[in-house]
């Protein structure tokens, strides 16, 4: 059995902090007495964040930069070295959505989207491995999605994103295997974030269509932040390999093993009649 991770006194570097499941798993890492390096694009929300953070009595330092940016990405780690000293915990957190049918969509929201979701999580990664490596022991979480478990029909390019963000994770966990360094993917269901609301759709949608759309994922999207934000820092704590979070997602996970080709035929149904 792998030995828990303690949280306090140690450091975390946590993406997408402004809102949602970042600014959540943000505020209980404080409460366990973990210093915080936040990064997010957003300024006013990353502040927010910050700003309850430190009533928890912990060191915050807050990054505003786009993932997108490689420069400002690959600039991060030493900052958080100058600012903090080292670090013990990434949360490849942040995350954006791009939905619609494949053939409409626009290449360059393609690569937005994998800038941000896939090569972001692996450049970050790589540029904090040292920082990570000098300690005794680190720790490694990447958010994937139920999206990569499942692909639906409309969320093409999404969907790859969380299943490179997968095998990524997994490759990376073998490859540490036996060493202080832990890594742990994560696969959170439906959780009320801002991110149906802030995806991008193609260009030539009907804007009925994607106003229905819209309406029929955000009906989806029902667990708590703070919810989804408890079960990662269990999943930390004890070193888990995997965290599922939700009953939608432990239900796709089970719908897929059973019809790997077939599962969507029966959770389309089940969209439908929502």
């Not at 570097?13 to 694009?41: K, P």
């Not at 999580?121 to 990569?148: D, E, K, W, Y």
């Not at 932040?225 to 999943?235: F, N, S, V, Y």
Request: net charge positive; aromatic share 4%; hydrophobic share 50%.
């Amino acid at each position: 059995m792998a030995q828990r991770f303690v949280l306090q006194g140690r450091t975390a570097l946590v993406t997408g902090a402004a809102s949602g499941i970042g600014a959540a798993l943000s505020l209980a890492l404080a409460g366990r007495g973990c210093a915080l390096a936040l990064a997010d694009r957003d300024a006013q929300g990353l502040a927010e964040t910050a700003r309850a953070a430190r009533a928890a009595g912990v060191t915050v330092s807050e990054h505003v930069l786009d993932l997108a940016d490689r420069e400002a990405l690959l600039a991060l780690p030493e900052a958080v070295r100058v600012h903090h000293g080292g670090l013990h915990l990434l949360v490849n957190n942040a995350g954006v959505a791009l939905g619609g049918r494949f053939e409409d969509t626009d290449p360059a929201d393609i690569d937005w989207l994998m800038d941000v979701n896939l090569h972001a999580v692996m450049r970050l990664t790589h540029a904090c491995l040292p920082l990570l490596r000098a300690q005794a022991q680190a720790q490694i979480v990447n958010l994937s999605s139920v999206f990569g478990i499942i692909a639906p029909a409309g969320q093409a390019a999404y969907a790859a994103s969380k299943f490179a963000v997968r095998g990524f994770t997994e490759a990376l966990r073998h490859e540490v295997e036996g060493t202080g360094l832990g890594v742990t993917l994560v696969h959170p269901g439906g959780v009320a974030t801002a991110i149906a609301r802030n995806a991008r759709r193609p260009r030539t949608m009907d804007p009925h269509e994607a106003a229905e759309a819209h309406l029929a994922f955000e009906r989806l999207l029902t667990m708590s932040p703070a919810k989804a934000a408890a079960a990662i820092l269990r999943g930390i704590e004890t070193r888990a390999p995997r965290v599922v979070i939700g009953a939608d997602a432990r239900r796709a996970l089970l719908i897929q093993r059973l019809m790997p080709v077939r599962y969507w035929s029966l959770i389309r149904r089940a969209v439908r009649d929502t």
